[in-house]
Nanobody, 126 residues
């Protein structure tokens, strides 16, 4: 059974930090690049960050570059998103997703990911 389970979401004040781990089961994790996407109410799902299956390359949306860091541990089948300097505009449901490595050239496009987690809510407000 394929599962991606995000956790770590919650409420934080502007300028604060959160770390979102995602645990993967049911597939060969090291064959998949991993991405984080987010969706705010009334908005389209948008790319946040991605990491190659080996962990050797990372990619970020301009809006989060310098504030967020994606990482993975293939021995533990986990990918995490460290979020610093959070802003109200970061409020959204955050999803982790897996993409088979042969399609990694489309890592910023949600429709080309194979597996998705259920999402975790992040709320940034005073």
């Amino acid at each position: 059974q394929v599962q991606l389970v995000e956790s770590g979401g919650g409420w934080v004040q502007p300028g604060g930090s959160l770390r979102l781990p995602c645990a993967a089961t049911g597939f060969t994790f090291s064959f998949y690049g991993m991405g984080w996407f987010r969706q705010a109410p009334g908005k389209e799902r948008e790319f946040v960050a991605a990491i190659a299956n080996s962990g050797g390359s990372t990619y970020y949306a301009v809006s989060v570059r310098g504030r967020f860091t994606i990482s993975r541990d293939n021995a533990k089948n986990t990918v995490s998103l460290q979020m610093n300097g959070l802003e109200p505009g970061d409020t959204a449901v955050y999803y982790c997703a897996g993409q088979y490595y042969t399609r990694s050239y489309l890592r910023r496009t949600s429709s080309h990911y194979d597996y998705w987690g259920q999402g975790t809510q992040v709320t940034v407000s005073s």
